[in-house]
Structures are given as structure tokens and as C-alpha cells.
């Protein structure tokens, strides 16, 4: 079974929908790390946020926020106000201690943003 | 500061050939890793290490290899290339493991024919 899944392998908005990619993951370990990386078109990644696994509150920079539930195992990510530069994949990943604190990425999510 | 690069930026082998991906960071990071990328598959880590002289196997090790000589660099070896390893590699380097950010160079497009 995947660690980290983001069902949505494609999403296509037009500009200022909002639009939420999901992340769901699967762990036993009670201390762990979430993340979100951006993959633009020019193929770069670009960290976004890290979460750990004692902090449950919701966090928002921006246009970007992110829920995160254990009750549910999952780490999304919204964007409000969608933008033509916001076209990317986005990654959700996580780190386990079980797991050599190795990062297991999700299979990610291309969002396309049209104007 | 450069962060991490990568070179060659492209490269076409030819199955069994072998060659040296090169990865160097100057942020004096102790952890450094390599991962593949594959369409629908995100990002997969083909070995990593947590300082210089001190290698281990990710999920995907297999036609790989590395060493860890000095903190900057952690080059990636394919020993005998196969059209299974086209693919766009990744290096990265963080801080640490666990909790911190992992900083990631521009990539290499690999293609084997």
C-alpha cells in the first residue's frame, strides 16, 4: 500500500476558483513529518511548508492553506484564488522515523490553472 | 551561495554504459540523498547519507552507487545503464533527516536508449 497518496493525479481550474489537492498518508508512528513541495514548469522543487505530527493546527500563508487531520490521515493543501503562476505539480511527502526518516513523496498532482 | 547543482543537465546513454551523475551543495549539510522521478510516481530515493564517509540504500538502490568523500559532493554512479533508468534525478540536501527541508538541485534528465 502507498504511504502517501494524492488521488488527484490532474486538476484543471480557471483563474480565481479555489481548489483543494488531497493528501491522504499512512503511518504508525506517533512522531512524523509532513510536507508540501512545488514542482513549477521549469522543474524545480520548491518546499512550501512542514508539518509535524503534534501540531494539528491549520496553517495559512497567503493564498495557501493547509488542513491537517490525524482523525483522518490527511494533509490538504487549498489554494484561494487560484493563479495562472500557481500551474505546477504539487507533491505531499512524508518522513518516518520507522523509516530511517527517509521522505516518501505522494505520485502528485498537476494543476493546471487557465486564464 | 549556489545551493545544490547538478551536472550534466541532460545526458543520453547508451544501454551498459556507465557514468557519474554529479551532485555538490555548499550549505554545509550533513544529509545529502538522491531520488529519481518517474511520471505518476513522484519522487523515489535511490540511496542517501548523513554525512561524509557514511552511505545507505533508499527504496530503489538497484544499478546504483555512491560515496560520500567529502561533505560537499555525493556523486551518483550508474554502473551499467538500462533503459529502466530513464528517468529525471534529483540531489538533495537538508540539515538533517526528519524534520527539516530538503533542498533540491535542478535536476538531470537522464534518457537511455
Known amino acids: 500500500a502507498q504511504k502517501v497518496t494524492q488521488a488527484q493525479t490532474e486538476i484543471s481550474v480557471v483563474e480565481k476558483e479555489d481548489v483543494t489537492l488531497d493528501c491522504v498518508y499512512e503511518?504508525?508512528?506517533?512522531?512524523?513529518?509532513l510536507f508540501w513541495y512545488k514542482q513549477p514548469p521549469s522543474g524545480e522543487l520548491v518546499f512550501l511548508i512542514r508539518?509535524?505530527?503534534?501540531?494539528?493546527q491549520n496553517e495559512i500563508s497567503g493564498r495557501y492553506s493547509w488542513n491537517f487531520q490525524k482523525s483522518t490521515s490527511s494533509f490538504n493543501f487549498t489554494i484561494t484564488a487560484s493563479q495562472v503562476v500557481d500551474s505546477a505539480v504539487y507533491f505531499c511527502?512524508?518522513?518516518?522515523?520507522?523509516?530511517?526518516?527517509?521522505?516518501?513523496f505522494g505520485g502528485g498532482t498537476r494543476l493546471m490553472v487557465k486564464p | 551561495n549556489a545551493g545544490v547543482t547538478q551536472t550534466p543537465k541532460f545526458q543520453v546513454l547508451k544501454t551498459g554504459q556507465s557514468m557519474t551523475l554529479q551532485c555538490a551543495q555548499d550549505?554545509?549539510?550533513?544529509?545529502m540523498s538522491w531520488y529519481r522521478q518517474d511520471p505518476g510516481m513522484g519522487l523515489r530515493l535511490i540511496h542517501y547519507?548523513?554525512?561524509?564517509?557514511?552511505?545507505d540504500q533508499g527504496e530503489v538502490p538497484n544499478g546504483y552507487n555512491v560515496s560520500r568523500s567529502t561533505t560537499e559532493d555525493f556523486p551518483l554512479r550508474l554502473l551499467s545503464a538500462a533503459p529502466s533508468q530513464t528517468s529525471v534525478y534529483f540531489c538533495?540536501?537538508?540539515?538533517?533527516?526528519?524534520?527539516?527541508?530538503?533542498?533540491f538541485g535542478p535536476g538531470t534528465r537522464l534518457t537511455v536508449t
Open positions: 550549505m554545509n549539510h550533513e544529509y
Open positions: 547519507s548523513v554525512g561524509a564517509g557514511i552511505t
Open positions: 508539518r509535524n505530527s503534534f501540531d494539528e
Open positions: 538533495a540536501s537538508s540539515q538533517g533527516q526528519g524534520a527539516y527541508e530538503q533542498y
Open positions: 503511518t504508525r508512528d506517533t512522531t512524523y513529518y
Open positions: 511527502a512524508l518522513s518516518e522515523a520507522s523509516a530511517g526518516n527517509m521522505l516518501t
